[in-house]
């Protein structure tokens, strides 16, 4: 009970931060929306004859949430970094707090504040003429993956954010998960890319989970790569998870000697 208090307290501590950074709430939500903006309004007449019966906008509004996701857990390594530059972990370490809930109320807050996030982009999308035939099991389904994915890339953020020398360089690895976004099915069907880009767009891990998401908010069902995006999120979750306590390990362990 007592590690569930900590967690929670330290999940306020980091929540208190991001509201007072109007740098972060710039880059995690307004930067998503101007590009969700972007796309259906400047690049959606052409891109969206490629998408057949489904509205651009419906197709895209998974892949702008996951990249909303991305955007927000680099901050998370960013602040978890700074956190390791000041001292601010070590000087936690010597106060009657659970050691657990040191990197579990950063990996809390992180999560609750994407959601929040994806939703305000998925609001600008409903406003802008995202619809959707998806019921109620449908949404929890989506809301539970989407929960999932941010859980586990949060987890990653946590390790490098850790791992990495400077708060500077701490998200720097969203980069290259971005950069997973555009090459996948976010913006366009694979079948309009070259054949090398769409063999490595059709078996990359953004990409079952954005096509299960997109099933389950366009056609009310799970689709055939339920299992795959299931698979891929909790694999990551549980690797990033375990390397994350390691690298903790280390360094506590550095910091004692």
Known sequence: ????KDTWTMTKRSLRHIVRSPDTII??????IALLLMFVYVLGGALGQQTGSVNYVDFITPGIIILTVISGIAYAAFRLNTDIQKGIINR???MPVAPSSILSGQAVSS???????SLLVLAVAFAIGFRTDA?????LLFAGLLTLFTLATTWMAIYFGMKAKSAEGAGSFSYLLMLLIFLSPSFVPTDSMTPVLRGFAENQPFTPIIETM????????????AWLALAWCAGILV???VLSIWQYKKKTTVANS
Do not use: C, H, I
Not at 27 to 32: A, H, R, S
């Open 135 to 139: 019921g109620l099991g449908e949404w």
């Open 27 to 32: 880059t995690v939500v307004l930067t998503p």
């Open 111 to 117: 999560t609750l504040s994407n959601l929040f996030s």
């Open 1 to 4: 009970m007592q590690a569930l």
């Open 214 to 225: 997109r099933s389950l908010l366009t056609t009310g069902t799970a689709g055939d790569k």
């Open 92 to 94: 936690f370490r010597t």
């Open 239 to 241: 690797v990033m998870y």
